[in-house]
Structure formats: structure tokens, C-alpha cells
């Protein structure tokens, strides 16, 4: 169905009311649920019957060929975030009409009919204020790694503290149930950690990427380890370490500012664990990254790796995205194949790989709400550009782990010897 235009105000303004026909033409046939589209004028679009699922307001004349002359990812994250376009209504919906004008192949004719019209709207938007970080130095190396974490983990304690849980974990939560609340979801993720490790009293645990220490607080008070976290981010490390002396658990845990290739190779450890780290490694250093782990490890200890994934076909795209730019910068997504076969190439027994998809969708839900919620203080303790990167970019995760677009794994691997691995034959001590 096409959509209609509601509002007659845009007939006194030529300009708006070539927007309208645009959207006719764009809009045809288009497999998305209702929605609204509202112009600077208050002429409103709508398509398909029913209330719309969200409405997109677009602020600016200008605002179109920003949108549509290159359509990208990248084009419509940066009008939404510079203010361009604003979304009202649920945040996830504006995603399926992404991926309808992203994804859509057009006639030559129809693609020269729609430039033409472009050409006789008026120039593009406002002039950006330039958000993204200006990484220095080699791809991966210790000192760009450095900066690109810093740039998004060092954004304000305070303004993690507004949408996170009590503990503050900044990674998928473990729901028993779709209902189950994010506070209880992530107490839940982190005891059946643990229980994947099968930690010990006495065992000594190294989490790489420990961020604000969520995990090895419950380890340490738990289940009687010595752990040891690392972080790139002097803000975690600050506030992690904070956490254990309150807790009064300082002569069992211990938080640095270090990169996982500095971690001495005196030191090994029983268990290692990686939450929401992987993801930086990139795929030019992941022999290093396991190396490095099995190096740590004593025979037969266990290599929890936790995290996200991208399918094989989303992997062979081109071009810088959003997230890329704006969010995770010299961040990589990889196919779970792809680790698994480095993994083992270095010498990992692959005992166990369990997707949590469905999971990191609804605790992506529970941060992008608990964020709009608290706007006005996000807004203080950042900036509006800031607080829309992280609104649009936690909301179009949930849609891509909702979709398959994205996957999220954890990968259970063991330093096994000639003896086997000496791992249970069952995992049945996982869930009880």
C-alpha cells in the first residue's frame, strides 16, 4: 500500500510537498509495518494502516539528500546523531525500513527518475560536528588498541552507572526467563560462568577485558579463586578496584591497566576467561590473542572466550559501518568459524559452543530503555551527540541479534594433553 499524505499544510510549501511525492515513489510496496514520516512543517506521511510503529521526523529541507543521495548505514546513523532526522516511538522499527532501503535493487530507470527528483530538493543537511576518534598509529598495535577502548569505555562511569545493571556488566546477560529482570540476568550470566569453568576454591582465574569487575568480585566471593582482571580503561580499572576494597576482597582480587600481550608468561593461571573483549582482538592478531591465552594457561586449564559474532555473508562486506566509525572503532566482527579454527590451530581442544543470541537482544533492550529513561542526565554527564551514538547504536544491535545478523557465542576451550582434557563427560554440573 502506498502511503497517503494526512496533513494538507504541505501544499502552501513546494518543497515539502516534492518530499511527500518522494516518498510515494520510494515508499511503494514497501514490507514494513505502519509508520510515519513528519516533516519540518508538520506534513505528515504515513504508511499503512493502523498506528504507526514509530515516526520519523525529518528537521531540515536539506535533510533527504543526506539520507537517500548514498544511502549507507553510515549516512543515516550520522543525520540521526547530528540531528538531522529524529525517531519517535520504537527505536527497533526504524531498522526494518533501514534494511528495506539499503537492501533494495533498483531499475536504472527508476534510480535516474529518483535522482532527478533529489536534484530538485534542496542541498544537503547541517554541517556535522565530527564525533568519531582520531586513532593513532598501527592497526592493533598496543597503542591504538589503547585509544580506540578509551574512547568508549572512558565516556563517564557515571553514565554507564544510568543504564547498566548493579554491578555494572557490559556484556549479554543470561535470562531464565523473558521477564526475568536485568539485575538478575546478569547475577545469573556470571554464576553460570563460573560454573562453565567449573572453578575451584584456591584456583587462580585471569580475566582479560574485565571492565568494571563485575566477574571476578563474583568469582572471588563465590567461589574462593584469586583473580586477576585486566583492562585497558584507567576509569574501570579506578572504579573495579574501588569495588574490591569495599567488598573487602583485595587479598584475593586485583585489577590492572594492561594489555593482554603484557601479561607475564611467568604467570599462569588455572582458569581464563574473556567477556566482550574478543571483539577487539581483530583478525590479523588472533593467533597472538590464543596464543597468549594458552601460553597462561597450566595443562589442562580452561579458556572461557565469550563473544560476538557476525554471520560469513555480513563478514565479506565492504566499507566502514556506524558502529565502525562512531561506537567500536577498530572493532571486528568475525564468523564463529573462523575462531574456532585459529583456537584450534594453536592448540585448543573446542569442548563446548553455545549461541546466546535471543539473550543479548533483550539485555540490549533493558540498556537502550533504562538509557531513554534517564536522557536529560546522559545528556549532562556526555553530550546529545554521544547520548543518540549509544541510543541508536544498543537499539540496532538488539534488531541485528533479533534478525541473525548477529550472533553471540560462548566457546569453552581447553589446553588438553596426551592424558585427554580431563573434563567431566557431561554438563550437567552447568545447570545445577
Known amino acids: 500500500m502506498n502511503g497517503l499524505p494526512v496533513k494538507q499544510s504541505s501544499v502552501s510549501d513546494p518543497v515539502a510537498q516534492k518530499c511527500l511525492d518522494f516518498f510515494d515513489r520510494v515508499f511503494t510496496d514497501i514490507p514494513c509495518r505502519p509508520f510515519a514520516i513528519r516533516l519540518w512543517n508538520d506534513a505528515e506521511w504515513q504508511h499503512g494502516k493502523g498506528s504507526p510503529v514509530f515516526t520519523l521526523r525529518i528537521n531540515t529541507p536539506g535533510a533527504l539528500r543526506t539520507m537517500f543521495w548514498r544511502p549507507s548505514e553510515l549516512s543515516l546513523g550520522e543525520a540521526f546523531i547530528y540531528g538531522d532526522i529524529d525517531i519517535d516511538g520504537e527505536l527497533e522499527g526504524c531498522f526494518e525500513l533501514a534494511g528495506f532501503l539499503l537492501g533494495r535493487r533498483w531499475q536504472m530507470a527508476e534510480k535516474l527518475r529518483l535522482v532527478s527528483e533529489l536534484l530538485r530538493l534542496p542541498g544537503f543537511a547541517l554541517t556535522k560536528k565530527e564525533a568519531a576518534p582520531q586513532l593513532r598509529g598501527r592497526s592493533h598495535s598496543k597503542q591504538r588498541d589503547a585509544q580506540a577502548v578509551q574512547y568508549h ?80 580503561s584507567p576509569p574501570q580499572a579506578e572504579l573495579a578496584n574501588e ?125 537502550y530503555r533504562r538509557l531513554e529513561s534517564h536522557q536529560e542526565e546522559a545528556i549532562r554527564l ?34 588438553s594433553g596426551r592424558q585427554g582434557s580431563r573434563q567431566p563427560l557431561t554438563r550437567k554440573d552447568w545447570y545445577h
Open 382 to 415: 556526555t553530550s546529545p551527540v554521544i547520548y543518540r551514538i549509544w541510543r541508536i547504536y544498543m537499539a540496532g544491535s538488539a534488531y541485528g541479534f533479533e534478525t541473525r545478523r548477529l550472533g553471540l557465542y560462548q566457546t569453552l576451550l581447553v589446553k
Open 153 to 232: 569505555y572512558n565516556v563517564s562511569n557515571k553514565f554507564y552507572q544510568l543504564w547498566l545493571d548493579r554491578n555494572m556488566v557490559y556484556s549479554c546477560a543470561y535470562f531464565q526467563e523473558t521477564d526475568t529482570s536485568l539485575d538478575q540476568a546478569q547475577v545469573d550470566k556470571l554464576d553460570y560462568l563460573c560454573r562453565k569453568l567449573r572453578l575451584r576454591q584456591g584456583e587462580t582465574l585471569l580475566d582479560i577485558g574485565c571492565g568494571w569487575g563485575g566477574l571476578i568480585l563474583h568469582a572471588a566471593k563465590n567461589y574462593g579463586v584469586d583473580a586477576y582482571g585486566i583492562t585497558l
Open 243 to 367: 569495588r574490591i576494597r569495599a567488598a573487602g576482597l583485595t587479598e584475593r582480587c586485583r585489577v590492572d591497566v594492561l594489555d593482554y600481550r603484557d601479561v607475564p608468561l611467568g604467570r599462569q593461571f588455572d582458569k581464563i576467561v574473556s567477556v566482550g573483549m574478543f571483539e577487539h582482538v581483530g583478525e590479523t592478531k588472533l593467533p597472538e590473542y590464543f596464543h597468549r591465552a594458552y601460553q597462561l594457561l597450566k595443562p589442562f586449564g580452561v579458556f572461557l572466550n565469550h563473544g560476538i559474532t557476525e554471520t560469513i555473508r555480513r563478514a565479506h562486506q565492504t566499507g566502514a559501518s556506524f558502529i565502525d566509525k562512531y561506537v567500536f572503532p577498530d572493532g571486528e566482527l568475525l564468523p564463529i568459524s573462523t575462531s574456532l579454527r585459529v583456537a584450534e590451530e594453536i592448540g585448543f581442544e573446542t569442548r563446548d559452543v553455545e549461541s546466546l543470541r535471543e539473550h543479548y537482544a533483550l539485555t540490549l533492550r533493558h540498556w
